[in-house]
Nanobody, 127 residues
Framework: QVQLVESGGGLVQAGGSLRLSCAAS????????MGWFRQAPGKEREFVAT????????YYADSVKGRFTISRDNARDTMYLQMNSLKPEDTAVYYC????????????????????WGQGTQVTVSS
């Protein structure tokens, strides 16, 4: 059973940067499409970014394109989200997720296709 653990959240001023990490247990991390989602207070969870199993393809929500970078290190069973030029509207709980059934080159932006989720890490951006 794969488990995901996020880390790296915190409080940062607008314009600042944070890097989130998502560590996966198990030996099959390299087979999974992975994604980041976020949920702000009073709002539904939304897609942020996704990366294919090999790391060769990525896809971003328009709201973060050009500011956030998703990456993965399959040797370390870890995925990352580098967040630059943070804005107050980026404040949310950030979740990582795994799609164990995706094609090797697929990027997955739809929440319901992910079958394993982490507990989330809080990111707060002050103005």
């Amino acid at each position: 059973q794969v488990q995901l653990v996020e880390s790296g959240g915190g409080l940062v001023q607008a314009g600042g940067s944070l890097r989130l990490s998502c560590a996966a247990s198990g030996r099959t991390f390299s087979r999974y499409a992975m994604g980041w989602f976020r949920q702000a207070p009073g709002k539904e969870r939304e897609f942020v970014a996704t990366i294919s199993a090999s790391g060769g393809r990525t896809y971003y929500a328009d709201s973060v394109k050009g500011r956030f970078t998703i990456s993965r290190d399959n040797a370390r069973d870890t995925m990352y989200l580098q967040m630059n030029s943070l804005k107050p509207e980026d404040t949310a709980v950030y979740y990582c997720a795994a799609d164990r059934n995706a094609w090797p080159t697929a990027v997955v932006a739809t929440e319901y296709e992910y079958d394993v989720w982490g507990q989330g890490t809080q990111v707060t951006v002050s103005s």
